[in-house]
């Protein structure tokens, strides 16, 4: 799809020599991925701080305003400490200690209301310009409504942990972080959709590009279960787990029923997000050695190899990253990468649909 295809009848009527009539909507689109991969760094560091669960309600209005007194500060706190996380893990924590943790999440609420008029406004004024068409339209409200389901998915997963766990249930972390990447995804694929491309001969590559990109987003999800079942903090050899290639059937299947062992038996957790870790690279190294022999030299074949340099980057970063003992920094560098990841398997994948 050409540029001109892009273009409502009212855009091309204003700007017929426009060199690049929808460059501004493509440079919104990516300046928008930008904020949605600073905003699942803010949410790892979030979780990694412990900072998830400081504040126990959700005011999309009044919590904007963070705490201006020390008596409000005391007030914010005492709340706090009626949940099992302050009295199980933190009982002995000081009010400096609960502010920093505070403002983590603080930061992150804000950040998500950051992006939400960040999105709403220029999509509002592209819109009365008409300079979108009319799938361009539906396409971008979706998203729209979807970054408004995040901020309602965001408050289902941290309510979760504020009357009988010591965290949020690591299903609705998978869920809220999922949601979070498939919105960027988006953003990039339809951002890359707007800039016209010369045809690549790549036929067949097709199907690989977009087994990709999924088999990347299920891993990703995969990774949110590892991290909110701290599952990362145990096994940490590799390749072995406890010595074994392959964890011994009673440690993997011991809950019941056998399903619950997918999402709360933390053996089989970091064992999947490993066996998901190898299909990813062993498939990207495939589609870059189909794509070198079906379209060599081409925009293709130096993408593939792109996607495949980082899939084995990222799998570096995890077995370093398991092997510390996931420190803040390797956990928050493994999550940005994933992104990283991501963000080329769109790419890629979009130019060859």
Sequence with gaps: MTVV????????AQAPAARDPLGPVRLWLWSMAGLIFAMVIVGGATRLTESGLSITEWKPIAGVIPPLSEAAWLVEFEKYKQIPQYQQLFPTMTLGEFQTIFYWEWGHRILGRIIGFAFALPLAYFWLRGALTRGLKWRLTGLLALGGLQGAVGWWMVSSGLTKRVEVAPERLMVHLLL???????????????????AEAARG??????????????????GALVAGSRAGLTYNDWPFMAGHLVPPMDHLARLEPWWLNFLENITLIQFQHRLAAYALLALALWHMVAARRIAPASRAARRATALAGLVATQAVIGV??????VPIWAGLLHQAFAMVV????????????
Excluded: E, N
């Design 5 to 12: 295809d892009q273009l409502s009848p009212a855009a091309l």
């Design 180 to 198: 979070a990447s498939i919105t960027f995804a988006a953003i990039v694929w339809i951002a890359v959709g707007l800039k016209p491309a010369a």
């Design 205 to 222: 590559l097709k199907a690989g590009a977009l087994g990709l990109l999924a088999l990347v987003l299920t891993q990703i999800g995969l």
């Design 320 to 325: 370093v990253t398991l092997m510390l003992v």
């Design 342 to 353: 991501l963000a080329m398997a769109a790419v890629h994948a979009r130019r060859l649909v």
